[in-house]
């Protein structure tokens, strides 16, 4: 079976510290995808990201970048000199594939003080 | 834009009672789920349905069931709600994956369900 594990429960910084959200999974799949998503207090989970378990390459979009290793199972997720927007729920995720569904890790809660 | 809409931000609701969530989506998206989010366990999957009037159980179903009569239109249905049942319900629509859809799910805003 699938699994996420988000050991972090919360995390508080001051703004403009960087900080790193970690993600390990568990799969037998061989090819497979994996996921982060944001959800703001308003509720709703926001995708951020989708990566293919063939590109190992770290992805970087602005002040978010994505460390993915195979080897060692881990698909970590940094915010570059965080804000107080970026204050949320982060849920990393990996197909179920055999239910079409996704496997969320218990997400980490980022607080970003002023 | 994806949009997923569920019928109801906030309900508050007695033990027993019949409780129904709406979830529409306007992307003709195959798959629709049911999520319950509680803090630290993070989101775990009530039902799935691939297609209309079809259902599967997902990881926690007793005390829940589902109805899909339209492609757009998946319902969380609680028979006799019971206050363990108090939480936030995410619905969530998505292409299955292959043909350049890679299964990402779409969210509504979530319905939080108090029972009292």
């Known amino acids: 079976a699938q699994k996420v594990t988000q050991a972090q429960t919360e995390i508080s910084v001051v703004e403009k510290e960087d900080v790193t959200l970690d993600c390990v999974y568990e799969t037998r799949d061989t090819t497979y995808y994996l996921f982060w998503y944001k959800q703001p207090p308003s509720g709703e989970l926001v995708f951020l990201i989708r990566?293919?378990?063939?590109?190992?390459q770290n992805e970087i979009s602005g002040r978010y970048s994505w460390n993915f290793q195979k080897s060692t199972s881990s698909f970590n997720f940094t915010i570059t000199a965080s804000q107080v927007v970026d204050s949320a729920v982060y849920f990393c995720a990996l197909p179920d594939t055999g239910r079409r569904a996704l496997t969320f890790g218990s997400g980490t809660r980022l607080q970003v003080q002023p | 834009d994806v949009k997923v809409t569920q019928s109801s931000r906030y309900l508050v609701k007695r033990t027993g009672e019949k409780v129904f969530l709406e979830c529409v989506q306007d992307m003709d998206h195959e798959n629709m789920f049911w999520y319950r989010q509680d803090p630290g366990l993070g989101l775990r999957l009530i039902y799935f349905?691939?297609?209309?009037?079809?259902?599967e159980k997902g990881d926690i179903p007793e005390g829940y069931s589902v109805s899909r009569e339209k492609k757009e239109r998946f319902s969380l249905i609680l028979e006799s709600a019971s206050t363990n049942q108090t939480s936030m319900y995410l619905c969530?629509?998505?292409?299955?994956?292959?043909?350049?859809?890679?299964?990402?799910?779409?969210f509504g805003e979530g319905s939080r369900l108090t029972v009292l």
């Open positions: 990566r293919n378990s063939f590109d190992e």
């Open positions: 349905s691939y297609d209309v009037k079809m259902k």
């Open positions: 969530a629509s998505s292409l299955p994956p292959g043909q350049g859809h890679t299964g990402e799910l779409f």
